[in-house]
């Protein structure tokens, strides 16, 4: 595969590879990618319950919460796997 990047997309790839921080151009633009895809992810994780909360809130299953209980209620599912 081939791709071409803009001059100053390519600079800043040359200097990264060129500062040591990667081993080469691929392995910079792999890791980017990578962490493109695990974005995605979490986007989708957030809006997924997002919708779910919002879906609740009209036959009035809502209940209010503290900031720090609903954070403790979220990580709890995500580490139960519950949500994915």
Do not use: H
């Amino acid at each position: 595969m081939m791709i071409r990047l803009p001059p100053a997309l390519d600079r800043i790839v040359r200097d990264k590879v060129n500062a040591g921080l990667y081993a080469s151009e691929s392995e910079l633009v792999c890791e980017a990618l990578r962490r493109e895809f695990a974005r995605d992810t979490v986007q989708g994780w957030v809006c997924a319950q997002a919708a779910e909360g919002f879906a609740q809130l009209d036959p009035g299953e809502s209940e209010e919460i503290s900031r720090e209980e609903f954070m403790a209620r979220l990580a709890q599912r995500r580490a139960s796997g519950s949500c994915a």
